[in-house]
Structures are given as C-alpha cells and as structure tokens.
C-alpha cells in the first residue's frame, strides 16, 4: 500500500477540514438542541460520519491514500450545510404540529384495528420467513462476510412483505397498543432477519430495527430519553451488531494495515479518482438510474447502456457503484467496499450545481414526508418505509432511500384491498346469519 507525504496538500491539511470539522459541529450541536438527540437530520448526520467524515480524516491524518482528498472535503461539507437549510423550514413546522396534534393521532379503536390486521398478516407470513432464515442460516454459516450468497428475489419478497405489515402497524398510535402486542409482533419481523443476518449483511436486520425505534421514541417515549433507556437502546443495537460479527471470520482486523485498508475501503473516498483514472465512458445518468429504475419493482426493457453484469447479476441496472464494481472482472485495482455516494453521482451527473440543488431537495424531501406523516396515516407508513434504509444513503446512490417505496406501497394496497374483502365477507356473512 502506498503511503503519501500529505504536506505536498496544505489546503487540505489545514483550511478545508477545518472547515469541514466546524461545519460539522455546529450543524449536530444545532440539530440535537432544536430536533433532539435521535431526530432525523441529527441521526443523518451520525450516518455520514461513520461513513463518509471518519474516514475521510484518518486518511488526512495518517496520509494513508494516494488521492486528493480537496473535492471530498468540499462535497461534505456542501452536503451537511444543504441537507440542513433544505431541511429547516418544515422540519421546525414538524416540531409545533407534532406538538399539536400528539394525543389526536388516530383513536384507540381504529389503531387497535389497523394493527391487529397488521400482525395476523405477519402471523402468516412468518412460517414462510421462518423456514427461509433457517434455510438460508443452515446452508451459508461458513460463508465470510462479503461473499455469501444474497436471498433471491422471490425469497426477498417474502421478508419485504413482513417489513411492510411492520410499517403499517407502527404507523398507528402505538399509545393505544399493549405491549405484548408490539413485542410479539416485533419478534416476528425481527428474528427471521436476526437469523439470515448471522450469515449475510447485519443491514438486514437494521432495516427493520430503524422504524421500529423511530416509532417507538416518537409515540411511546414522549420526548424524553432517560439515561435507563438510551443505556437499553444502545445496549440493543450494539447486540445486534455483535451478534452476526461473531459468526464471520475476523481476520481481516488481524494487522494495521488490513485495518486502515477495511476503515478506508468502508467509505467511498476514492470513487471520483477511480472513476476518472480509469477513463470510464458514460452515456447515461445514474441519478436517473438510482432514482428510477432501480425503483420500479417489477422487470422491464432496460437499455443496454443502462446494464451492467457485476455480482453475479447479468444486466443489472448501471448504477456508480455497480460500474465501479464491473471494474474487478478486467484487473483493475479491487473496488471491494467502496460503495457509492449520492454526492459523487450527483457531482458526475450535474457537477457542483447538483451537489448544492440535490442536497437541499434531500433536505426538504425528508422534512416534507416526516412533517406529512404528522397527521396522515399513508405518509407515515412511507416515512417508515423510507426509514428503512435512509440511514444507509451516505453510503449508497442518491436513489437507495426510496427504490423499495413502489414496492412497499404495493404491499400497502394489497393490504387494505385484504382488509376490505375480509371485512366485506365478515358483514355477509353475519347479515345471512342474521336473517336466518
């Protein structure tokens, strides 16, 4: 691995990380007084230091990679300032309607009804989670991690499904919930996926582990975050994260320098230089790639400049980090970890202007669908939806928080459609009961 002497880069060594670090700082200091502690803009700004700023300094720091890390810096910190003004004005809207309408959120009846549907849906898909988890553990436990193989598609659809039913019932009024109710059908969603995560991506498990947290401080908690129970919720996820990293080898830590090659490789710091030190020919967008086509949830005719075949996938939509990826099959440099980043896809497609104008559409996105789902049920349950994988994005296409939406909204039709027809049969049968 070659080493660089970082003093032949003073701006970066000096000006721009600083600048960064303060801009930083001040925006989680702010977002933790005004949002709080677990809001979304403060834990989007968590998400993007684990991925994104903690690397990006210790390659500052130790001069560990031979890149130019000036349009890194500036691409943060244009990221954090824009997510936050794009965010402010109907996030601080949120904060008062929340405020307002706390205890009128959907009646005890009808979050009770919506919520007891939810969990019997869930009660019969978990035979079928149930038995894939296992399969799916039985079969790929000596996997490492990064090479075992995915759930298939259809085997997905199923533990999707669960995940939606999950939304739908966290988007009630939890108030009116006993527990026993949310616990089991939490260990329904939850174990299956706890279980395939063992042997695959500790992700899995977290799609499902964010809605359920976000609801649970927001409807049960009241705003207040005892010490007792950030201990607890801390203690949960670090269980959930120790769990399937205990089943995976764990050499790739045993030396210094695997472990700066896992820190540096966890971020997408070298992307752009790749990207061009490769001379890689574009011909199409992958903003446009990430936002729509990896969004529609059912096959379709793909133009061949929109495909790539990486990880096995023959024809997969083209999106940054799968044609950085295609790269491995031709002796190129190992792209293993690197992932994407919705600020270089948006710096590619659209240069700095994209930078600036897409995160402050993110911004006010996300303030817009969580302010919505202060009083609408359907907003609420795409918020969560969404949540699933938000957290994730600093380290993904600008498009991975919303390519499951389509796809959790059909589940969502597919479940009021089941409950109106159960509810209309339930009628008929009792009005013949009735009359005879």
Aim: glycine share 4%; hydrophobic share 50%.
């Amino acid at each position: 691995m070659q080493y660089i002497n970082m003093s032949e880069y003073p701006l970066i060594m000096s000006e721009y990380p600083l600048i960064l670090i303060m801009v930083f700082l001040f925006s989680t200091s702010f977002t933790i007084w005004v949002f709080g502690v677990f809001s979304i803009p403060s834990l989007f700004l968590y998400s993007l230091t684990l991925f994104q700023i903690l690397p990006l300094l210790y390659a500052l720091i130790t001069g560990f990679y031979p890149y130019d890390l000036t349009r890194q810096t500036n691409m943060l910190t244009i990221g954090i300032v824009g997510f936050m003004l794009g965010y402010l004005p109907l996030g601080l809207a949120r904060v008062k309607a929340l405020r307002k309408s706390q205890n009128q959120y959907l009646e005890r009846n009808t979050s009770r009804s919506i919520f007891k549907a939810a969990l019997l849906f869930s009660l019969a898909l978990l035979p079928v989670t149930a038995v894939l988890a296992l399969n799916f553990f039985l079969t790929r436990r000596t996997g490492q991690y990064g090479l075992t193989e995915p759930l298939s598609s259809l085997e997905q659809l199923f533990f999707y499904a669960a995940l939606s039913f999950f939304c739908i019932a966290l988007s009630v009024n939890l108030r009116h919930i006993p527990y026993k109710w949310i616990f089991l059908l939490t260990a329904i969603v939850i174990l299956p996926r706890l279980l395939v995560s063992l042997v695959y991506s500790r992700i899995f498990i977290f799609l499902a582990l964010l809605p359920l947290f976000y609801a649970l401080y927001f409807s049960r908690l009241n705003y207040s975050l005892t010490p007792i129970k950030a201990t607890t919720v801390l203690f949960v996820l670090g269980l959930f994260v120790i769990l399937p990293a205990l089943t995976r080898d764990s050499s790739i830590v045993a030396s210094q320098q695997r472990f700066e090659a896992l820190i540096m490789n966890g971020s997408s710091i070298p992307i752009l230089e790749k990207y061009e030190r490769y001379e890689i020919q574009r011909d199409q967008s992958y903003v446009f790639a990430s936002v729509v086509l990896k969004a529609i949830p059912f096959p379709i005719p793909v133009p061949e400049n929109y495909r790539v075949d990486v990880w096995g996938l023959q024809g997969a939509v083209a999106t940054l980090d799968r044609v950085l990826s295609s790269y491995e099959n031709q002796n190129r440099e190992v792209f293993y970890g690197t992932g994407s980043n919705y600020l270089h896809e948006l710096f590619i497609d659209f240069g700095w202007p994209g930078v600036v104008l897409g995160s402050l559409l993110l911004g006010f996105t996300v303030s817009f669908l969580e302010y919505k789902s202060v009083s609408s049920f359907f907003f609420r349950f795409a918020w969560l939806s969404i949540l699933t994988s938000f957290l994730f994005l600093p380290r993904s296409n600008v498009g991975y928080f919303l390519e499951k939406l389509p796809l959790f909204i059909a589940f969502y039709v597919l479940f009021w459609l089941a409950v109106k027809l159960l509810s209309e049969s339930g009628k008929s049968v009792r009005e013949y009961r009735h009359e005879s």
